[in-house]
């Protein structure tokens, strides 16, 4: 079934089969939803395990856990251990573009829903496995975001200078390795486009995820052969790149080049500071960060975070305040960007609420991503004709 809107987006006429849960694999199919795929979350009977992660819950009554990666989507229930369910499923990976899951390695082999199964009977399928570990030595491993920042360096680096390793406060490993699945299935649709319709299989690990998105703090690791140190808030490699305490607030200040150094100097009534040999220059000014620090603290007490940061930004230093989540989404709405989406959907009693989840950050000028469905309820797609090729 693709609606009118979904009609419009860059992905319309691909079906996605997706059998994945929790964050992962959801955030992917999300996003090839809101781009115009024709999405079926195929839940256990039990449902998506997200659903139970409350509270909190929305107005419909879902988990806000759950919210965050199923817009988009139709919901039906197959119990793979049960034959006609999963004839049924193998019927829909027949009928599918593309199909997603995040199992075990091995687990939808004895279901005979794996690639080499699938693509006897469907050579067209892109078929994107995610797992934790990948599908070798690691394969038995469970694949939870916070085993795999701590076992992949996120943690080690992650946390104040004297402190105990910290995890990042959103499992950000899923949320690359969603990513990650998006831009494997869609290049790999291209390459379909460009042989004559044959599918192949994509294979994303959350560790090597993790590793590729560690960047600099990887390659010094492997250029030096020494792991980089915990240092809170400040950069490796920059400095001023730090958090400031500023009375009741704490001010983010990202200087980046000699010139926004001189002007951070010059308004905070320091000008000399540029010319010190200690800070004349980024890699001096990281020698010295420790120096450096108390200056700008001392200096920073003039004022309030607030008049910094509008100063700042009269200068085009980089400076901003540590916003709460709250406080992120008001300031993105109010530079235009529309963070938010709203849209209609019905509460366990049929009755219409709104729901809102975070807006897909893609923006395209000739096919607009699109809102056509809100997260759907356990099943509620359940006796829609969605094995149709024509639904």
């Not at 009977?45 to 989507?73: C, I």
């Not at 006609?84 to 939808?108: H, Q, W, Y």
């Not at 200087?255 to 150094?261: I, L, R, S």
């Not at 010190?276 to 620090?293: C, K, Y």
Request: aromatic share 6%; hydrophobic share 40%; glycine share 8%.
């Amino acid at each position: 079934m693709t609606t009118d809107k979904a009609a419009n987006g860059p992905l319309r006429g691909i079906r996605v089969a997706d059998f994945s849960r929790v964050l992962a694999g959801p955030h992917a199919s999300m996003l090839l939803a809101d781009f115009g795929a024709d999405v079926i979350k195929i839940e256990s009977p039990e449902g998506d395990g997200t659903r139970q992660w409350a509270p909190p819950v929305n107005m419909a009554g879902h988990s806000t856990y759950y919210v965050s990666a199923n817009r988009g989507k139709r919901s039906v229930v197959l119990d793979l251990k049960n034959p006609a369910d999963l004839e049924r499923a193998r019927e829909l990976a027949i009928s599918a573009d593309v199909i997603i899951e995040n199992f075990k390695p091995g687990t939808m082999q004895r279901f005979g829903l794996d690639y080499e199964s699938v693509k006897s009977v469907n050579p067209g399928v892109v078929y994107a496995s995610i797992s934790g570990f990948g599908d070798k030595a690691g394969a038995a491993l469970p694949g939870y975001d916070l085993l795999v920042q701590a076992v992949g360096g996120l943690m080690s680096i992650t946390g104040e200078q004297h402190g105990e390793p910290n995890k990042v406060g959103v499992a950000l490993v899923d949320i690359i390795s969603g990513l990650n699945a998006v831009i494997g299935i869609q290049a790999a649709l291209r390459e379909r486009d460009n042989n004559g319709g044959s599918g192949q299989c994509v294979k994303i690990s959350l560790l090597g995820s993790l590793l590729s998105a560690l960047a600099n703090q990887a390659s010094s690791t492997l250029e030096t052969g020494t792991p980089p140190p915990r240092l809170g808030n400040a950069h490796p490699s920059i400095a001023p790149y730090e958090t400031f305490v500023v009375g009741n607030a704490m001010l983010a200040v990202a200087v980046g080049t000699d010139a926004q150094f001189a002007r951070f100097m010059e308004l905070l009534a320091a000008p000399e500071a540029a010319q010190d040999t200690r800070f004349s220059s980024n890699a001096a000014r990281v020698v010295h960060r420790g120096e450096l620090r108390v200056l700008i603290e001392r200096q920073l007490v003039a004022r309030s975070a607030d008049e910094w940061v509008r100063l700042c930004q009269e200068r085009k230093i980089p400076a901003g305040k540590v916003n709460s989540v709250l406080e992120a989404l008001t300031y993105a709405t109010e530079l235009g960007l529309s963070p938010v989406v709203s849209q209609v959907a019905t509460d366990a009693a049929g009755n219409p609420v709104t729901v809102k989840t975070v807006a897909n950050p893609i923006e395209f000028s000739a096919t607009p991503v699109v809102y056509h469905l809100p997260p759907p309820h356990l099943g509620e797609h359940q006796n829609q004709t969605w094995l149709s090729e024509t639904d």
